[in-house]
């Protein structure tokens, strides 16, 4: 790397980060990699060098820009972690739009499972947490599906749960040992993709020329543990193993080819005891009592033991013939398995028949008990062709296409074990309520009142048995061509671009239910008792959530096996086969609900009517074209001010197929819509949304002197809907029949094909003064959106619906809401103190807040208005380091404020994610030049993810609540 004469000759800043997309040459402004005519090398350009001087230059001095024959180059120095901040902060002040960088050298240098949990460290950044790991990002608050994910620039197909998660990929998938760089776009260019109110975040992979040296590698290896629990579940454990290995290298004469293969594996055990409370009652009409009591009406004590594996592969090949010619193929794969095995122990209450004061109820109600074995695996792959040309000293042409799909595979089975063996019928739940998160339940046998019914395997009966196959896949093929013209108009430098893409999307759920039941007077119509599953004994079931609570009884996973293994239908092409470590089970070759899979014996009954309805109640096909164009200009009048202006249009076409669903609830064979003879009738339906938005883009960028830099940008963006919400698909269950096509009750659940995109208008202002060793900034940002979404709930009177008349229909769908408004502020501070004395000099600290204001109304909720969802209020992050001699440590602070998770149709309906604060830690020692160990720990203050609900008079009440733990790793880095 160039560094300028009189600098430090410490450490060479080494980035891994191929933070331009293609090679600029030398000298560009705008160029943040660029490339020597002479050798086609990679160098830093002068820009960002000034930047660098600033902040790692000798305390307090000017930095001046480097002339181009007063520099020297340093070879064979490692980065520190000051110097990568550095140059992170340089690659932000250069970028002529609000970015936010992190290079590689920083990624992964804090305890973070994947790449979620390390962009939750930047500036505005929020994150959605499962089972204890970063999946979604939020950019300043707006929800993951409102952003833009890609990877080296292009749109890559997702892969998430049964397809519930809409269109952001879930970075879970994602280690940082496949990253080179991070990127987060806070206002986007007319050349990026339009669907991004929230922002673009852009994944980079390594690049050969990002490095100074010909060739190069690293490694790493880490083991460690959870203390989640302290291994009070078994069969699983709570072990990690992580490691990754990669080589990049310059090739031919004039190092004109450049090759990197890397790869990565994590394996995690965990345990997981989590707790979710679904409703609460109001028992005034029941009772006659005018408030709420915080009873359930439906509450589990989950218990999760399993295993995720993570394997990931990425490729860059860069091929550079000429100084005018650039060709590269890059791609990568990343797969997640995730084995578990669970026990869903749940009560559901029926009604409330006395209370006694705000801390304890009583009601009615049933226990269920479901034993779940699964195997997840998603998978995410790309292949980018692409190239650049100069067509002459004025015209550059770049195109790529771009291959990807994201696919997830899910099988489950489950069994299930409900109450009331015996006639008693419903018996009473006696519930303890004195801590909000921790309900606790106890069901006394009428006849025994010291017997606590839930403990007793015999009081459950064995139920159901359900194979949940379920296979989502998503491909996405897109190519784009851009045309840049260089400009001096004004003798500053300059560009005209111009371009289009195509994007054609297709995503195709194909989830299915196959339901069965214990054949009637068989071996397993008996209860848990009688069939040998008895209540598993030993430290399994000893202590719930750290020992705030008891759990309930469980079918032993072990005897769960057996007997399934023993009594199973057997089908065509499947086959069960125990999981690796949780000893669940694995199924493969359920392609057909047909006659094959109806097979029952003396054990197992096949519901036909409740599989069908299951199994084409959720599935749609989707298919999404989008075409665009943009034009845009990038003017710089003087040497201080950036202008850049501009125009996209995107135009999108939908078309979406799926299935009305009609279940008749009581099974009386036909009557009213039903065909003779059958419970549940399914029709195909199709709909189709196309719509149009003109995007306009303005921003600037002035540097005031070498200390003050402002931006400014007035900005366009659209959300497009979720596909499930947008999806015509709808089930209708009704009860009570009253005539020919008439009903006393209907439940119906129905997408809306006719909900329009988000549009923001987006306003951005920011500040930055750098200073020796440091900078701070500020930044105001206000959007305008109109058409949000939201769900809603109501109830319908006297209503029609697919040729059915229903008395009173509950509906359950998505639609538009009025305009919406948000705006808030970033602040940040970042200082190395290299003024104090030594040993202090070696300190430094990193500080972000952001603080978030919305509002939005609901028309269903007339006279209230509610922050926009899944938007917490206040992000903020502090960071501490260390860093002198070989040794670096740091200590990270993440916090941010609750927000709202579900809206529900009253106050008492609401669902809000508590706020969350989690405090990580980590050290290493450079042994040698190429050798490092490092040791760090994740959420020392051993935080929990919770959920709650607001009961006037009451306060909050915990309807989810999931301990996490701390884990401790440790491991070795080599570099060459």
């Not at 409740?610 to 943009?630: Q, R, T, W």
């Not at 701390?966 to 491991?971: D, L, N, P």
Request: glycine share 10%.
């Amino acid at each position: 790397m160039r560094l300028p004469k009189g600098m430090s000759p410490n450490p060479t800043i080494k980035t891994t980060m191929n933070y331009a997309k293609n090679p600029t040459p030398c000298g560009s402004l705008s160029a943040v990699r660029c490339v020597e005519p002479e050798t086609g090398a990679a160098r830093i350009p002068k820009a960002i060098l000034l930047g660098l001087a600033a902040l790692v230059a000798a305390p307090f001095a000017q930095a001046q820009a480097p002339a181009d024959d007063d520099v020297v180059i340093l070879e064979d120095f490692i980065v520190g972690y000051r110097e990568v901040l550095a140059l992170n902060l340089g690659l932000q002040r250069d970028a002529s739009n609000l970015i936010e960088v992190m290079t590689a050298d920083d990624i992964g240098n804090l305890p973070d499972k994947n790449l979620a949990d390390t962009l939750n460290r930047m500036s505005g950044i929020s994150i959605q947490r499962s089972q204890g790991e970063g999946r979604y990002v939020s950019i300043r608050g707006m929800e993951p599906g409102l952003n833009n994910v890609t990877v080296n620039g292009q749109t890559i197909g997702a892969s998430d749960v049964r397809a519930r998660g809409g269109r952001p990929p879930p970075l879970e998938l994602l280690s940082a040992g496949m990253i080179g760089g991070l990127e987060v776009h806070k206002t986007v260019t007319p050349d990026m993709d339009g669907h991004s109110i929230g922002g673009t975040v852009n994944l980079i992979q390594h690049s050969a020329f990002d490095r100074e040296q010909r060739q190069f590698a690293f490694a790493s290896a880490a083991w460690g543990t959870n203390d989640t629990l302290a291994r009070t579940m078994s069969p699983g454990g709570t072990d990690i193993y992580e490691g990754s290995l990669g080589w990049g290298g310059r090739f031919l004469e004039g190092e004109r080819l450049g090759v990197f293969v890397g790869g990565n594996y994590s394996s995690r055990d965990y345990n997981l005891h989590e707790i979710n409370a679904r409703g609460h009652f109001d028992v005034g009409p029941q009772l006659g009592v005018d408030e709420v009591v915080p009873v359930p009406e439906r509450f589990e004590q989950r218990g999760i033991t399993g295993n995720r594996e993570r394997w990931g592969l990425s490729t860059n090949i860069e091929f550079r013939p000429t100084f005018q010619t650039s060709l590269y193929f890059r791609s990568f794969f990343t797969r997640l398995d995730d084995d578990s095995y669970a026990t869903f122990p749940e009560i559901r209450v029926r009604g409330v028949t006395e209370v006694f004061n705000e801390t304890s109820g009583t009601g009615p109600s049933t226990y269920q008990l479901d034993n779940r074995s699964q195997l997840e695996r998603r998978e995410t792959w790309q292949f980018i062709f692409g190239g650049e040309h100069m067509l002459n000293d004025d015209w550059t042409i770049e195109a790529a296409l771009n291959i990807s799909e994201g696919r997830e595979v899910r099988d489950e089975i489950a069994h299930e074990f409900k109450t009331m063996p015996d006639g008693r019928g419903r018996p009473l739940t006696e519930w303890d309520l004195s801590e909000p998160w921790f309900p606790r339940a106890v069901v006394p046998d009428p006849d025994n009142p010291g017997r606590n019914l839930m403990e007793d395997p015999d009081e459950f009966i064995h139920d159901r048995l359900r194979f949940e196959p379920s296979t989502v896949p998503e491909r996405v093929w897109s190519a784009n061509v851009d045309l840049r013209r260089e400009l001096d108009l004004y003798g500053h430098g300059g560009f005209l671009k111009f371009g289009g893409k195509f994007l054609d999307r297709e995503k195709n759920v194909d989830n299915k239910s196959i339901r069965f039941v214990p054949t009637p007077g068989g071996p397993l119509d008996a209860g848990m008792g009688q069939l040998g599953l008895d209540r598993t004994s030993g430290d399994y079931h000893g202590a719930f959530a750290d020992g705030r609570m008891r759990a309930h009884p469980a079918a032993d996973y072990r005897q769960h096996l057996d007997v399934f293994l023993a009594t199973a239908p057997q089908y065509s092409g499947a086959r069960a086969t125990a999981g690796r470590r949780t000893q669940g089970l694995r199924f493969w070759g359920f392609d057909d609900i047909g006659a094959p899979m109806a097979g029952s014996n003396e054990y197992w009954t096949y519901q036909d009517a409740a599989s069908i309805s299951n199994s084409f109640e959720d599935n749609y096909f989707v298919e999404e074209n989008i075409y665009a164009g943009y034009v845009m200009a990038d003017i710089r009048p003087n040497e201080q001010l950036t202008l850049i202006a501009g125009v996209r249009v995107e135009r999108t076409e939908v078309d979406l197929i799926s299935n009305s669903v009609i279940a008749d609830t009581e099974g009386l064979d036909g009557v009213g819509a039903l065909p003779p003879g059958a419970d549940v009738f399914i029709e195909p339906i199709r709909s189709d949304k196309k719509f149009t938005n003109w995007l306009p883009n303005l921003q600037a960028r002035y540097e005031v002197n070498d200390n003050l830099l402002l931006r400014g940008a007035i900005t366009y963006t659209i959300g497009r809907p979720d596909y499930i919400a947008m999806s015509p698909l709808n089930e209708l269950e009704l009860e009570n029949n009253i005539g020919p096509n008439q009903w006393e009750l209907g439940d119906l659940e129905i997408g809306n094909p006719d909900l329009e995109p988000f549009e923001s208008t987006n306003v951005d202002f920011s500040a930055s003064y750098f200073i020796p060793d440091g900078a701070l900034s500020v930044g105001f940002f206000y959007k305008r959106i109109k058409n949000p979404i939201y769900p809603f709930s109501e109830i319908r009177n006297n209503t029609e619906f697919q040729g059915q008349f229903i008395e009173s229909l509950s509906v359950d769908s998505v639609r538009n809401s009025d305009p919406g408004n948000i705006r808030g502020i970033e602040l940040s501070y970042q200082q190395h103190f290299a003024f104090l004395p030594e040993p202090f000099d070696g300190f430094g600290i990193l500080l972000n807040f952001t603080y978030i204001s919305s509002s939005v109304s609901v028309p269903e909720r007339p006279g209230e208005s509610f922050d926009f969802f899944r938007q917490p209020s206040k992000i903020g992050n502090a960071q501490i380091y260390y860093s002198k001699g070989g040794f670096e440590a740091r200590l990270a602070y993440t916090w941010q404020d609750d927000q709202l998770d579900t809206l529900g149709g009253s106050i008492l309906g609401d669902v809000y994610e508590d706020k969350s604060s989690y405090l990580d830690f980590r050290a290493s020692y450079r042994a040698t030049e190429n050798w490092s160990i490092f040791f760090e720990v994740a959420n020392l203050t051993r935080e929990t993810q919770r959920f709650y609900v607001v009961r006037p008079g009451v306060g909050e009440r915990g309807p989810g609540y999931l301990p996490i733990g701390r884990t401790f790793m440790i491991g070795v880095n080599w570099r060459m």
